[in-house]
Nanobody, 127 residues
Framework: QGQLVESGGGLVQPGESLSLSCSFS????????IGWFRQSPGKEREGVSF????????VYADFAKGRFSASRDIAGRTAALQMDDLRPEDTATYFC????????????????????WGRGTQVTVSS
């Protein structure tokens, strides 16, 4: 049973960038697809990005396209989410999550299909 720990969140001004990291412990990263999700108070958790375990294919939510970039570092057992041009509406707790094997791209951003979750890191974008 592995653990996921997110880091890199913080308070930034609109237009600035943050890079989030997710560290994996006790699991084989190669066996999992990786998702990033976010959740704001009073709102449902929503998918941000997905990296397919099988071939590394990337899937992004519409709000993330062109601004966010997901990656994985298999050797270091970490995953990252680079977030550029942050906006106030990006304010949320960001989570990394793992799903065994691959996922159909049409469901890759749906939280229900992920098996393991970190506790999240807070991102606040405010003037």
């Amino acid at each position: 049973q592995g653990q996921l720990v997110e880091s890199g969140g913080g308070l930034v001004q609109p237009g600035e960038s943050l890079s989030l990291s997710c560290s994996f412990s006790g699991s084989r990263l190669q066996d999992y697809s990786i998702g990033w999700f976010r959740q704001s108070p009073g709102k449902e958790r929503e998918g941000v990005s997905f990296i397919d375990q099988m071939d590394g294919t990337l899937v992004y939510a519409d709000f993330a396209k062109g601004r966010f970039s997901a990656s994985r570092d298999i050797a270091g057992r970490t995953a990252a989410l680079q977030m550029d041009d942050l906006r106030p509406e990006d304010t949320a707790t960001y989570f990394c999550a793992l799903s065994h094997g691959t996922l159909q791209h049409r469901v890759a951003l749906q939280p229900i299909y992920y098996d393991y979750w970190g506790r999240g890191t807070q991102v606040t974008v405010s003037s």
